[in-house]
């Protein structure tokens, strides 16, 4: 079960530092990803952090501003959000699926059973 928390309220350029919590104990082995889905719009790619490498990969729109972590420690995945813009407002959840997505489909929502109940930024301008 997963758990998406860190959402929250902040002006254009501000940041926020969400959080995926697993009652997993092996979450390490878990490929997991952030998507988000704004008003209006469909559920889109954000980020992607693999087990074992931790081979990171980002959606174009965030890249340079958003970093995908992991403590495996805590069983928790992390996405740093810096530079949000209003365009970043949408409902953001995490997703995880047991050891590895290949590559071609880490950016697809099927590829994840696992899903948190989302956590909402609002950034305004």
């Known amino acids: 079960q997963l758990q998406a928390s860190g959402g929250g309220w902040v002006q254009a350029g501000g940041s926020l530092r969400l959080s995926c919590a697993a009652s997993?104990?092996?979450?390490?082995?878990?490929?997991v990803a952030w998507f988000r889905q704004g008003p209006g719009k469909e559920r889109e790619f954000v980020a992607v952090?693999?087990?074992?490498?931790?081979?990171?990969f980002y959606a174009d729109s965030v890249k340079g501003r958003f970093t995908i972590s992991r403590d495996n420690a805590k069983n928790t995945v992390y996405l740093q959000m810096n530079s949000l813009k209003p365009e970043d407002t949408a409902v953001y959840y995490c997703?995880?699926?047991?050891?590895?997505?290949?590559?071609?489909?880490?950016?697809?929502?099927?590829?994840?059973?696992?899903w948190g109940q989302g956590t909402l930024v609002t950034v305004s301008s």
């Open positions: 997703a995880a699926k047991y050891q590895q997505v290949i590559v071609s489909a880490l950016r697809d929502p099927r590829s994840y059973d696992n």
């Open positions: 952090i693999r087990w074992g490498s931790g081979y990171t």
């Open positions: 997993e104990r092996t979450f390490s082995r878990y490929t």
